[in-house]
């Protein structure tokens, strides 16, 4: 069988898509899987760590937190004084 897998890592917020292969071999009691190997697509789906996607060209990091902006206070790009 070939299974798309589309999948995300914790750390990270970009959707990965792997393609798998997978045998199965028939038993009595059912069919049981014998064998998965990725066949393509984005790596670290069983292990290890993703690369970038190939796809997409590398970005700036991301910022974490917005700007803080004080209304009324001047420039918010300066901080603001403290004044007695």
Known sequence: ATVHVAWQPVDDGDLRLTTVTQTFKDKR???????E?????????FGGKPGAPQDVPKATP???????IRLGQGDPAKPAEDTP
């Open 37 to 45: 190997e990725v066949a393509g697509g984005d790596v670290g789906l």
């Open 29 to 35: 009691n059912g069919w049981l899987l014998v064998s």
């Open 62 to 68: 991301r910022k974490n937190q917005f700007d803080t």
